[in-house]
């Protein structure tokens, strides 16, 4: 598929028509993924054992972290447009398909694993493609603004998608679900295909007429450029070191923490409303501004001040101090998240972004959730306490890796 392409464009990027067009597809993607995410986790309680359906919840985890890095390649080789037009095509049929068999059938838990094992395989090239997606659509100067908007988005989806999902299965059950997660997904691919990308130069891409490498060693080009990059190397592992940091304690953590305050679930959701409210905040500061200036620096202080609030999540005795951190966490790490967004789209050369998007990616989604299982077992060894201060520590590494290497620190957003 020939990517349809336009010059430069001068209009900002919630103006811009086509930025639009992306955001909708994007967001209708998502709302279908929050859909999928419940219907699965239902027909799968409803199909077979707890520990059964937990099984087939996590079965799409291996193939999205064994395979993300090739993905990036794929991205970087086929174009992300291509990449995230044919991904969300097969996450539809599969989903379709699956609501048809369950609603003329009970085929039991086989037809679920097999969906969330498809699922994780897309997902490998397809999340490598999206974040490789805005740097084609917009001027470098509004691609903070794009991850504002994109963030926004999530935070949408997240708040949405889960009801629509409960309203699907109360109406007409798992394959309901599954059918209205299909058709969300659906109404992405002509926002998809009606969107027009921009002719980037490619310094890292090979010469015309020069003989095509091997996916091996387009990964470990990609790999060699990201260590030798005095911005992307660090940020990499801020990121990591932030993420890693950050997902056990507002996870699994957060779980035992409300059960431990007798909070219980309804003090949990309201956490979580808390987190979700300032990461929102983030994302809208960065919609409208389009910029901060020194956004290395920015991302340092945010972070090593995220992590002081992570911290005290742990310490805090009534559920209205814990919403409030909550917020700050939100806001705090929503705003370094973003920044961290945007610095990987302005700072990578646009033949490289897959492979980019693809190591924070793997990062953040495939490795950082390993960590969840340990957290929760020091928890039980040695109390809550601890267990968020070591968090915070790990946190507030990734803010001094962003404030100590002067090439992250000094890095800037285009103006």
Request: hydrophobic letters at 55%.
């Amino acid at each position: 598929m020939t990517a349809t392409l336009i010059p430069p464009a001068t209009a900002r990027a919630h103006r811009d028509s086509n930025v639009l067009r992306w955001l909708a597809a994007y967001t209708s993607s998502m709302l279908g993924d929050g859909v999928y995410y419940l219907a699965l986790s239902w027909a799968a309680v409803q199909a077979g054992t707890p520990a059964q359906a937990g099984v087939v919840m996590s079965v799409s985890a291996l193939p999205r972290a064994v395979l993300m890095l090739g993905g990036g390649v794929i991205a970087d080789r086929l174009g992300p447009r291509r990449v995230v037009i044919g991904s969300d095509a097969v996450r539809c049929a599969a989903v379709l398909a699956v609501a048809a068999l369950l609603f003329l059938t009970s085929p039991g838990l086989w037809p679920l694993a097999l969906l969330a094992f498809v699922f994780g395989t897309v997902d490998a090239v397809f999340l490598p493609a999206v974040g490789a997606l805005p740097a084609r659509l917009t001027d470098k100067s509004q691609l903070a603004r794009v991850q504002g908007m994109r963030g926004l988005a999530i935070r949408f989806s997240s708040v949405v998608g889960a009801p629509l999902g409960g309203l699907g299965v109360a109406v007409g059950g798992a394959s309901a679900a599954f059918a209205l997660a299909g058709l969300l997904i659906a109404v992405s691919l002509p926002l998809l295909i009606s969107v027009r990308m921009r002719d980037l130069p490619e310094d890292g891409a090979p010469t015309p007429g020069a003989p095509r490498t091997t996916a091996l060693n387009d990964l470990r080009a990609g790999l060699r450029y990201i260590r030798r990059h005095r911005v992307l190397a660090p940020l990499m592992l801020a990121i990591a070191l932030g993420d890693l940091g950050f997902v056990g304690p507002l996870n699994v953590g957060l779980a035992l923490l409300a059960d431990h305050r007798g909070w219980g679930a309804s003090g949990m959701g309201w956490v979580l409303a808390g987190f979700g409210t300032g990461a929102g905040a983030a994302s809208l500061l960065l919609a409208v501004r389009g910029r901060l200036p020194r956004a290395g620096l920015v991302i340092g202080c945010a972070c090593a001040t995220g992590a002081v609030a992570v911290g005290a999540l742990g310490f805090v005795a009534t559920l209205p101090a814990a919403v409030g951190t909550a917020v700050l966490v939100g806001l705090l790490t929503g705003l370094s998240g973003a920044l961290c967004g945007a610095l990987l789209q302005t700072q990578a050369d646009p033949a490289y972004l897959g492979r980019v998007t693809s190591v924070s990616g793997l990062v953040s989604l495939g490795l950082t959730p390993l960590s969840m299982p340990f957290a929760a077992a020091a928890i039980g060894a040695w109390g809550l306490g601890p267990v968020y201060a070591v968090s915070a520590t790990v946190c507030g590494l990734g803010g001094l890796v962003a404030l100590l290497v002067p090439g992250l620190r000094r890095a800037e957003l285009p103006g």
